[in-house]
């Protein structure tokens, strides 16, 4: 029986798949990802992009070997890796030394997040593997919807709503930032609300000095604040806090923060009661706080409902 490529459940000859609604015959509408339907390291059937940002694709796919759904990361990073569409193999943009250094990097950074599956809180990594001229991990499908679906079907969210997402992803990032762990690439895409009712983070960043050469490029994000330009790439939990109190900014405001895209533009947030937004005036203290460009440690968020 035939799988819908985009959530890789099977189902009847009929032109729309009944758990997603993709017609048989759709085409994805990122043209440089891998074809669908790909076997990756012999065992992974490569299905639709779930979505590509500066750091690469994220796939839905299913594992032959274990017969379940799993995500599928490519490290494609933006103006820096390129392919034609239709195949398979990706082509970079910048030296083979450096490309080099890019995979390592990588593979590296997946190799101690596969160590680390105990953090619940994290979606697991559980293979990695170079093929087609770069790399990819491989982790495990959590049932849910990310922030970023949710807030395209409500927008904004009302407080109590966003304050229950903000107290999960608080105590999500205080066990990483326990284990030594500073995710650095917190935003709406990468939090994924379980159907449990869990919140886990997908995609930690990670540094050195190849990733330096590029984090310009790369890095850039409305959700890291403006001293992650510089060089070397300064990843503390000061980047944590900033991005916590942007994505509550988003859930409350329906508007997105600035972010590191505010290093020369010298914008000013609007106070959240400036948009017309109703909330205590400590949380909005806090919010606007910690979308301050201080390199100070301070707990902010971490800590914050622990206080109310």
């Not at 939990?237 to 509550?248: H, L, P, Q």
Request: net charge positive.
């Amino acid at each position: 029986m035939p799988k819908s490529m985009k959530c890789m459940e099977e189902y009847e000859q009929t032109d729309f798949c009944p758990y997603c609604g993709r017609k048989r015959d759709a085409v994805s509408v990122y043209t440089d990802q891998i074809p669908e339907e790909t076997i990756l390291n012999r065992r992974f059937i490569i299905g639709d992009a779930v979505r590509k940002d500066r750091i690469g694709v994220l796939y839905i796919a299913w594992d032959a070997l274990l017969e379940q759904k799993v995500y599928i990361r490519e490290w494609f990073p933006v103006k820096t890796a390129c392919r034609t569409q239709g195949q398979i193999q990706v082509k970079s943009e910048v030296s083979q030394d450096l490309w080099k250094r890019l995979e390592d990097a990588f593979l590296v950074h997946m190799e101690k997040l596969h160590k680390r599956q105990d953090i619940s809180q994290l979606v697991p990594v559980y293979a990695f593997f170079r093929e087609n001229n770069t790399v990819y991990s491989v982790m495990e499908y959590v049932k849910g919807m990310t922030l970023r679906e949710l807030l395209s079907k409500q927008n904004p969210l009302s407080l109590p709503v966003a304050e229950n997402i903000m107290e999960k992803l608080q105590g999500a990032v205080s066990v990483l930032h326990q284990n030594k762990i500073i995710h650095g690439n917190i935003t709406p895409d990468n939090i994924i609300l379980c159907q449990n009712g869990e919140v886990k983070l997908l995609d930690p960043s990670w540094s050195g000095d190849a990733v330096d050469d590029i984090k310009n490029t790369v890095f850039w994000s409305r959700y890291v604040p403006a001293f992650y330009r510089r060089v070397p790439l300064k990843k503390s939990t000061k980047t944590d806090k900033y991005s916590m109190a942007a994505v509550f900014y988003r859930m409350l405001t329906g508007e997105e923060p600035y972010g590191v895209l505010n290093e020369n533009m010298k914008r000013k947030l609007p106070p959240v009661s400036e948009l017309g937004i109703t909330v205590p005036k400590q949380t909005e203290k806090q919010i606007m706080k910690d979308l301050g460009e201080s390199e100070k440690e301070e707990k902010g968020f971490l800590s914050f409902f622990h206080r109310k």
